[in-house]
Nanobody
């Protein structure tokens, strides 16, 4: 299973970005999926997760109400819509997949390379 995140870039505070994660191999519509991020000098942290069906989602408190996770099982693609971005959202963002179809804040089997999001003040 391979995951490739894209869509990162430089944005001003208050702006928006949409991250995309293309997943190949395996059975996409059976996977639970998630987004994580790692800021400079900090440990990787959970951002959002979604169940195989897309019905169940869960967010870190720091992004709740600003970020939206979604998936398109027909396109084998995961998304993260990020609004009202703040400088503290600056990080490398990673997408991940787990063989279990449920959502999770930590237990993932496959990881992609990240995409850098930089939010200026």
């Amino acid at each position: 299973v391979q995951l490739q995140a894209s869509g990162g870039g430089l944005v001003q505070g208050g702006g928006s970005l949409r991250l995309t994660c293309a997943v190949s191999g395996g059975k996409f519509d059976s996977y639970g999926l998630g987004w994580f991020r790692q800021a400079p000098g900090k440990e990787r942290e959970f951002v959002a997760t979604i169940s195989w069906s897309g019905v169940i989602t869960h967010y870190a408190d720091s992004v709740k109400g600003r970020f939206t996770i979604a998936r398109d099982n027909a396109k084998n693609t995961l998304y993260l819509e990020m609004n009202s971005l703040m400088p503290e959202d600056t990080a490398v963002y990673y997408c991940a997949a787990r063989n279990s179809g449920g959502p999770s804040t930590r237990a993932y089997d496959y990881w992609g390379r990240g995409t850098l999001v930089t939010v200026s003040s």
